[in-house]
């Protein structure tokens, strides 16, 4: 009992959520530790460097196979008479393929340099004949059979634009062609649409900044709105494409969340009380919170769902503790909600929110805040180990595959971490409510087998009174026998009947 009050607890230092850069910024395990913008830099620097080391091994192969075909048809011509025709050599028509192949790889390469580049170039407002053609398909979300949620977000975003008059309509054209540019592009990777999107968003926050003079929230409201205009048609095309494995990595998560049903909120050294009824109204908040976060189409409402969730942590944490929640309280806490919540496909939510949402909200401020420590969060259910719950590698063992639950230490009878009723109801709110309901309807129980055998006495001296009172009744006649006298004539009536 000794060991098991050790408990080491779950820390995260908060310099480990920043930028692995040091810039200051929120960072993210799914750039590496980066922030956005770091991560961009990085991911472009890396980039351009594999596009030059394509081309300088595109050139290579071009000059060895000029060089090649330079050697042959020197040997075939030197062979030959000076007066013959030249013939073509074997291996200059074996060369044909192969330097087809050359052009093909290099026109490839060169699709690919210019692929982000086309959604911002000036040419791109003139673009082929053939992509005309496709931008000019009406798609899914474009056609008149848009979704309610579509049309209203429609609305409201040109409701939006009309204070800012013609800005407001090249806002809205730019978004739309943005649009009909995204669907139209089916080969992207989904890094590669992330990056097309967030080449975007900066290229319309720049415009702003020049359009508000430096005025940061107005733009932020705008890009809020652009946001929401074009990820509510983009959602069906980018949340969780079948070019990754982000259905893999939810699948593989919720068999994970499931897997550790058994953990429970002192092994987390969680600081919360479930049994106060705030409390217990604040975690299940922050449960429906975090399992609404599926529900919304937009990163920023996504990300808004994670806020709220965390908000009824730290609102559940300080009601327990009686004074302010610290940032060691809060992640311990928040592992412990998705546990018991198992959020549907929180990878790619998580995944989506960091390829799509605005770079400024996740870099900063409280959304990033909370965005992070849900990375963290997940990161840590996927390297739970017996340490981090501070028990035996055999303990843990035993509770994944099934053979025992810490619910009940069978050796002692008392609950790991624990060692009086009490505990037990600390421990599992839920189960001691269970208990409780068992306990009330043995009660019922007992009462029914009560009333049960009294109806049945009942009934039975209902069916034995008949039998009592006919008895009683032939006892009194045996006893007391009817006698019938003869009549008696009185002297009277005698003589009016001699008369």
């Not at 009909?180 to 967030?198: P, R």
Request: proline share 5%; with cysteine; hydrophobic share 35%.
């Amino acid at each position: 009992m000794s060991q098991r009050t050790e408990r080491r607890g779950i820390h995260v230092d908060q310099s480990d959520l920043l930028c692995k850069k040091g810039c200051g910024y929120y960072g993210n395990a799914a750039w590496q530790g980066l922030c956005s913008k770091c991560w961009r830099e990085e991911y472009q620097r890396v980039r351009q460097k594999q596009i030059q080391d394509d081309w300088a091994l595109a050139e290579k192969l071009q000059r060895e196979e000029e060089a090649a075909y330079a050697s042959s048809h020197g040997a075939q011509t030197q062979s030959q008479p000076q007066s013959a025709a030249p013939q073509p050599h074997p291996g200059h028509a074996s060369l044909g393929p192969f330097s087809k192949f050359e052009e093909k790889k290099t026109n490839e390469k060169t699709r690919k340099v210019t692929t982000v580049k086309k959604f911002f170039s000036p040419s791109s407002r003139t673009a082929p004949k053939k992509d005309s053609q496709e931008g000019r398909t009406p798609s899914p979300s474009l056609s008149r059979h848009a979704s309610f949620e579509t049309d209203q977000v429609s609305k409201d975003f040109m409701d939006f634009l009309k204070n800012l008059q013609k800005p407001g309509r090249e806002i809205h054209k730019q978004s739309r062609a943005f649009i009909v540019n995204m669907l139209s592009k089916k080969d992207l990777s989904a890094d590669e649409l992330s990056e097309c999107v967030q080449d975007f968003y900066q290229n319309m926050a720049d415009r702003l900044m020049s359009h508000f003079k430096g005025s940061s929230e107005s733009v932020e409201q705008v890009m809020d709105q652009v946001e929401k205009f074009i990820m509510t048609r983009l959602y069906k095309s980018v949340f969780c494409p079948e070019t990754t494995d982000d259905e893999k990595k939810d699948l593989a998560t919720q068999k994970r969340i499931r897997a550790l049903h058994w953990v429970t909120i002192q092994m987390l050294c969680v600081s919360m009380d479930e049994e106060i009824p705030e409390v217990s109204e604040n975690v299940v908040k922050a449960i429906t919170d975090i399992i609404e976060m599926d529900s919304k189409r937009v990163p920023r409402d996504k990300l808004t769902c994670i806020t709220s969730c965390s908000k009824q942590i730290f609102s559940a944490i300080r009601t327990t503790k009686n004074e302010p929640a610290s940032a060691d309280d809060f992640l311990p806490a928040l592992i412990y909600i998705v546990l018991k919540a198992n959020p549907p496909r929180l990878q790619s939510n998580i995944q989506y929110i960091t390829r799509f949402c605005n770079p400024s909200r996740l870099m900063t401020g409280e959304d990033g805040y909370y965005f992070t420590n849900l990375c963290c969060a997940a990161a840590f259910i996927e390297k739970l180990d017996a340490q981090s719950l501070n028990l035996s590698p055999e303990e843990f063992e035993r509770y994944m595959s099934g053979q025992a639950s810490p619910r009940i230490n069978s050796s002692d009878g008392e609950w790991p971490g624990a060692g009086t009723a009490q505990d037990v109801a600390a421990t599992n709110p839920v189960l001691a409510q269970l208990n409780h309901n068992l306990e009330l309807l043995s009660g019922l129980s007992s009462r029914q087998e009560s009333v049960m055998e009294a109806a049945q006495s009942l009934q039975a001296d209902l069916l034995a009174w008949p039998v009592a009172v006919q008895k009683e009744v032939h006892d009194i006649l045996e006893k007391y026998p009817l006698e019938i006298l003869p009549r008696k004539v009185s002297a009277i009536r005698c003589q009016q009947h001699g008369q």
